[in-house]
């Protein structure tokens, strides 16, 4: 089996920890790795991401190192999900790639205004601020 595609999101974003859920409990074979970039541990530099687009944009990771950004990382995950093969269709369309970019950036700058999610130990991760 190839390396797992590398997925890196907030978790502290109540959307994207929603949707990430879905993902994780539809992907059981191995094939996604969900690391969490708002974890204590979380490196972007040992990634080979650079930390501050990695916490403004949504990334993945192939295991040959492509990296996909954007609309172009839920079309990574969702090949390697079986239930989103018709995503993989419809992203496919003409036109789609440009409505999912104007989606995301709708989302994009709206994201900063949405509230985050408490954690127990986000005091110690440095996230209280946030």
């Known amino acids: 089996m190839s390396a797992p595609l590398r997925v890196y999101f907030d978790g502290l974003c109540p959307l994207c920890a929603r949707e990430i859920a879905v993902y994780q409990r539809r ?4 094939r996604i790795a969900f690391i969490d970039i708002t974890e204590a541990n979380f490196s972007a530099e ?4 650079d930390a501050k687009e990695v916490n ?3 990334h993945a990771k192939d295991g040959s190192g492509t990296i996909f950004t954007g609309p172009l990382a839920f079309v990574e995950i ?3 999900i079986p239930a ?4 993989v ?3 496919a369309l003409p036109g789609a790639g440009l409505a999912m970019q104007a989606g995301y950036w709708g989302f994009m700058n709206l994201r ?3 509230p985050r999610l408490k954690r127990a130990d986000s005091c110690d ?3 209280c601020a946030t």
């Not at 992907?27 to 191995?30: A, F, H, P, R, V």
């Not at 040992?46 to 991401?49: I, K, M, N, P, Q």
């Open 27 to 30: 992907s059981t074979d191995g």
């Open 46 to 49: 040992a990634e080979g991401l």
């Open 56 to 58: 403004r944009r949504f």
């Open 78 to 80: 969702w090949k390697r």
């Open 84 to 87: 989103f093969s018709f995503a």
């Open 89 to 91: 269709r419809l992203a």
């Open 112 to 114: 900063p205004f949405l």
């Open 125 to 127: 991760t440095g996230h």
